[in-house]
């Protein structure tokens, strides 16, 4: 490609710095001190000048109506240039047909008389039309309006002016104007009086005689100064007055090519033709194509060729981009660009700097702001900027897009900062500012750029860097005189001390290596110094270190494992590689933009806020870049195993900001075999016999401490030795006593009996025993001596009849298993019951032990075992025992001391006459069959009867009969009468109740009563 260098030639003005700032003005006109032909070299006819060079000299051959023109431009817009080349044109015949021969034929036109008046000149002591007057030399017609000054009429105008040709330029009248106000005249101001004198002038003008007069004024809004406070009525009067007739015209149509070409013409003395033209754009299409390629931008290349065409030997950007700071207060337009330009090219022909053989075009961006003299210029578009150039941009190599592009090598950094920088230069209210991604790309797209890292390496890194570059909502970059949430991060993190860093970090460490599952490790302790290493017995702990070059482990942790008894409770994480420093300011960055995040939250500030957003974004990337570096750094695991430390790669791996340390750790210690999660089986009862439950009794807590002391015992979940015991001991293939474990096999236990008393029959002494086997299934019995084998087998073996004192049982297993166990003996209980019952008026006191066995009382109240007498029978009790005491003994066997206590103390005599008959009132109820039946022999037998008493018969079904009380049944009839009911109804028993009984003779009552051996009441007695 051929450099800017080989193709085009700068003139000389570019680099004489005493010409750059050359402003021609009217004055230099009237004074002939222009050259002609070396103001026309460097001008380029703009459609503006064109038309009022044509139209001009049509108003000069009196062929056009049209005799006022206004050139209406901003500051430095080329009013006066255009003013000067009309004037030029007007007074020298002999370039015209050379400077447009081809836009009008001026034919035999001579000189054209040229008047012009400059504002500047405020001092004119004869008013404008003094001046006029006098550049005319006709100084005398007017004399009658200098003293006192006073505005020429129509006439005196076109007396004045009639005759030849003539062209008035009246340029910079906004500040004539402005002066004039304060120069009064009579009642009146100059001013007021000019604004006259120059409407007559146009009145005059617009006459016939004066048909080949032209006049050229230069727009007065917009030399308006601003901050001018009280608005100038007689300049807009004039403005008013003007309006009326003149034609308006742009001296450099903006938005235009003009601009370039007018560049082009002053800047450069020599430029290609349109073929190498030509091939440069398409050089650059090429570059727009390959970028289009890689889908980085939409950019036409067909159109970029077009428009580099018409802007060469500059990039079509900057007629945009320059025209953004166009309205920037103090900026002079084309003037202004002119001189930018100047200045820029200048640079890029410098034989030290040298830019112009390496480049094809003067981009939007080629301006080195390491130049004092392009600094100044920039600075005085927009001076607001200074900071964002001198920290950001351009800072003769330490700025950050300096300091990034070294790193990167190319100048993509400091490229687009600049173009960045041009696009933000606007200083108006609403000014545009700021461009896109994809606008900043296309922008930068030249042939040999690589684009691709543009949007990551390059802008990505400089969102992350620059102090003063913004991203708007639209999301275009620009730079602003205000600090980023950058500069705020990198402020308000270098305000932390190493220490406090320190703590983020180890927080940060903390919470990704937290373990949660805690099967593998326990707990984690991140940058501790030694003496803060805390290893317990119970847990695994997991120590985050230091990176220590040369060795997995520093020698102090080294040593302090040697020294250490639980060897198989720590695990380190660290790595080689010297990275403390970044991970260090990482934390820094993270703890400041948390607190910047907290600050907002505390402002309460809608998560929608882009500083929010931009904020929280930030912080997901320094978490990324904070576990990036850290994945750099902790890569590798060392660990017990067989004795010594064993160590294992490891390599962080997270998808985004997700990252599971814990689960990593598990999965590298799993893959080493020093971490498992089958802990159920009877492989792991094995590993646990093989290597701690090493002898066959041991104490569960020496177990538990040679997990955490034996380093080729494999890590698992906490709670592993505990589920495994009580597993174990509940299959018994462990037992467990007072804190120690016995582990199996234990020889199978012997044979045993195990009784239980199942009911016990008072009266007789008989048990029910509910024999169980165990770890067998026969029963032996022996009375009186130890079973054998050779004994009876108990049939039923579970319920079992013992009516005799003594028993023993032996259980054999048949099957051969178990051993016989020793044979279990049995004994019986006695129990002694008794009761009283009357004899005529004797007491008795009847007792009986159960089983049957011989009995020995007292009636005096000593001990029955010592001084008792045997018992041989009901026997009366001498008048006033207390109380009888017996006991009973058989094989050994005693029973409790029984107790009888006798009452004496009847309420009332019994009164009875032996040969009366008698009724006694005791309630009887015989409730089976068998009872009634003998009720019936008793009342037969002592030949008594019952007055109304009830029979039943209770089944299935019953009946119930009732007799009158009056009616009186012996024995004989009841019987009678029941065996009848029985045949009615077969089934069921036999019931009676009866209140009182009636015997024909006191005798007979008191033999039933000896008879059944019961006492009677007095009370119950009726005669
Ligand atoms: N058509 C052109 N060809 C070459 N140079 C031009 C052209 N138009 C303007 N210029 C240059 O632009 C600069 C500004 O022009 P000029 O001084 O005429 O502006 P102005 O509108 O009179 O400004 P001011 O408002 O400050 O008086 C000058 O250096 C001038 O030479
Ligand atoms: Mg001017």
Same mark, same amino acid.
């Given at each position: 490609m051929k450099s800017l260098k080989q193709l085009c030639q700068p003139r000389k003005s570019v680099f004489d710095r005493a010409r750059r700032d050359v402003v021609l003005d009217l004055t230099d006109l009237i004074e002939n001190k222009i050259d002609p032909a070396d103001f026309f070299e460097e001008n380029w006819r703009t459609d503006g000048m064109k038309r009022l060079l044509k139209e001009a000299f049509r108003r000069f051959e009196g062929a056009s109506q049209q005799g006022v023109f206004v050139l209406s431009q901003a500051m430095g817009g080329g009013k006066t240039h255009n003013m000067i080349a009309l004037g030029l044109l007007a007074k020298h015949p002999e370039i015209r047909k050379k400077v447009i021969g081809d836009l009008y034929d001026t034919k035999g036109l001579g000189k054209v008389r040229v008047v012009a008046f400059t504002g500047r000149e405020s001092d004119a002591p004869l008013g404008v039309w003094g001046a006029i007057a006098e550049q005319l030399g006709k100084k005398e017609t007017f004399k009658n309006y200098y003293a006192p000054l006073s505005a020429p009429g129509q006439t005196a105008w076109i007396n004045l002016l009639q005759g030849q040709p003539t062209l008035i330029l009246l340029d910079e009248l906004a500040p004539y104007f402005e002066d004039a106000r304060s120069k009064s005249i009579g009642d009146s101001n100059l001013a007021r009086v000019t604004t006259t004198a120059l409407s007559n002038l146009l009145v005059a003008v617009g006459k016939d005689a004066l048909a080949n007069v032209c006049v050229v004024i230069s727009d007065l809004k917009a030399t308006h100064k601003s901050g001018t406070t009280q608005l100038n009525e007689a300049l807009s009067d004039f403005e008013a007055e003007v309006g009326r007739g003149a034609m308006t015209l742009e001296p450099v149509g903006l938005n235009t090519d003009e601009i370039y070409h007018i560049l082009r013409t002053r800047l450069f003395e020599k430029l290609p033709d349109q073929e190498d033209i030509r091939e440069v754009a398409q050089e650059y299409a090429q570059a727009v194509r390959d970028a289009k390629q890689m889908d980085i931008t939409s950019a036409s290349p067909e159109k970029f060729a077009a428009q580099l065409v018409e802007s060469y030997p500059f990039h079509f950007a900057i007629r945009d981009l320059y025209a953004r700071f166009r309205e920037n207060p103090g900026f002079q337009q084309t003037r202004g660009l002119i001189r930018l330009m100047r200045v820029i090219v200048a640079r890029l022909y410098d034989q030290q700097y040298g830019r112009a053989d390496k480049v094809a075009l003067i981009h939007a961006y080629d301006f080195d702001l390491n130049d004092r003299e392009t600094l100044a210029e920039i600075v005085q578009i927009n001076p607001t900027l200074d900071n964002a150039i001198s920290h950001d941009i351009a800072a003769n190599g330490q700025a950050i897009a300096e300091i990034m592009d070294a790193n990167l090598g190319g100048t993509d950094g400091e490229d687009a900062c600049r173009l960045i920088l041009v696009s933000s230069l606007a200083n108006v209210p609403n000014g545009v500012v700021g461009l896109s991604l994809s606008e900043i790309i296309s922008y930068l797209c030249t042939p040999g750029r690589d684009l691709s890292r543009l949007p990551k390496d390059v802008l990505g890194v400089l969102a992350t860097k620059a102090w003063y570059l913004h991203s708007s909502r639209e999301g275009k970059l620009y730079f602003k005189n205000v600090q980023n949430l950058v500069a705020k991060l990198k402020t308000t993190a270098e305000s932390y001390n190493r220490e406090s860093s320190r703590k983020e970090l180890r927080a940060f460490l903390d919470g990704v290596f937290t373990p949660v599952m805690k099967d593998c490790y326990q707990a984690v302790q991140a940058l501790p110094a030694v003496d803060e290493i805390d290893i317990i017995s119970e847990k695994v702990t997991m120590l985050i270190t230091e990176p220590y070059p040369g060795g997995s482990l520093n020698p102090d942790l080294q040593k302090y494992y040697s020294d250490l008894t639980f060897k198989n409770r720590i695990l380190f994480l660290s790595g080689q590689r010297d990275t403390m420093d970044g991970l260090l300011e990482t934390a820094s960055e993270m703890k400041a933009i948390g607190h910047i995040i907290a600050e907002m939250e505390a402002e309460k500030l809608p998560d929608s806020d882009p500083q929010k957003v931009a904020a929280k974004d930030m912080h997901d990337k320094i978490r990324f870049r904070m576990l990036s570096t850290a994945r750099e750094t902790f890569t590798t695991l060392t660990f017990p195993q067989a004795e010594k430390l064993a160590t294992a790669d490891f390599l962080?791996?997270?998808?985004?900001?997700?990252y599971n340390g814990e689960k990593q750790i598990r999965e590298a210690l799993k893959g080493k075999q020093k971490f498992t999660e089958d802990v159920s089986g009877d492989t792991f009862r094995k590993k646990c016999e093989?290597?701690?439950?090493? @002898?066959?009794?041991?104490?569960?807590?020496?177990?538990?401490?040679? !997990?955490?002391?034996?380093?080729t015992w494999q890590w698992h979940r906490a709670d592993a030795l505990d589920l495994l015991k009580s597993d174990l001991v509940h299959k018994d293939q462990w037992r467990e006593n007072g804190g120690y474990v016995e582990k199996g096999p234990f020889p199978a236990p012997t044979t045993d009996v195990q009784i239980q008393e199942w009911s016990r029959n008072d009266d007789t002494g008989e048990i029910t025993l509910k024999l169980t086997p165990v770890n067998g299934d026969t029963i032996y019995y022996e009375i009186g001596a130890t079973a054998t084998t050779s004994s009876l087998q108990a049939q039923d073996p579970r319920v079992f009849l013992a009516s005799e004192m003594e028993y023993s049982f032996l259980c054999v297993?048949?099957? %051969?298993?178990?051993?016989?166990? !020793?044979?279990?003996?049995?004994?019986?209980?006695?129990?002694?019951?008794?009761?009283?019952? @009357?004899?005529?008026?004797?007491?008795?006191?009847?007792?009986?032990?159960?089983?049957?066995s011989p009995i020995r009382y007292t009636t005096d109240g000593s001990d029955p075992k010592t001084s008792g007498g045997l018992y041989g029978?009901?026997?009366?009790?001498?008048? %006033?025992?207390?109380?009888?005491?017996?006991? !009973?003994?058989? %094989?050994g066997v005693v029973s409790d001391v029984h107790r009888r206590d006798i009452g004496w103390d009847a309420k009332e005599e019994l009164?009875?006459?032996?040969?009366?008959?008698?009724?006694? @009132?005791?309630?009887?109820?015989?409730?089976?069959?068998?009872?009634?039946?003998?009720?019936? !022999?008793?009342?037969?037998?002592? @030949?008594?009867?019952?007055?109304?008493?009830?029979?039943?018969?209770?089944?299935?079904?019953?009946?119930?009969?009732?007799?009158?009380?009056?009616?009186m049944l012996d024995g004989e009839q009841l019987e009678t009468a029941v065996n009848h009911l029985r045949e009615i109804l077969t089934e069921g028993q036999v019931a009676v109740e009866a209140e009182t009984i009636h015997f024909a003779t006191g005798q007979r009552l008191l033999d039933w009563v000896k008879d059944v051996k019961t006492e009677i009441k007095a009370e119950e007695v009726k005669q």
């Open positions: 962080m791996n997270f998808t985004d900001n997700n093989a290597r701690l439950f090493t @002898q066959p009794t041991m104490l569960w807590s020496e177990v538990k401490k040679r !997990a955490a002391t034996t380093t297993d048949s099957k %051969g298993k178990h051993d016989t166990g !020793a044979a279990v003996a049995w004994k019986n209980r006695i129990t002694v019951k008794s009761r009283t019952y @009357q004899d005529g008026t004797a007491k008795m006191v009847e007792l009986r032990a159960a089983p049957d029978g009901p026997f009366s009790v001498p008048k %006033g025992t207390i109380c009888v005491l017996a006991i !009973a003994e058989k %094989g009164k009875l006459d032996l040969n009366k008959p008698v009724f006694w @009132q005791r309630e009887h109820r015989p409730k089976t069959t068998k009872e009634s039946y003998e009720f019936f !022999a008793l009342l037969k037998k002592h @030949q008594a009867s019952l007055s109304g008493p009830q029979v039943k018969i209770v089944g299935k079904n019953w009946l119930e009969l009732n007799f009158d009380t009056k009616l």
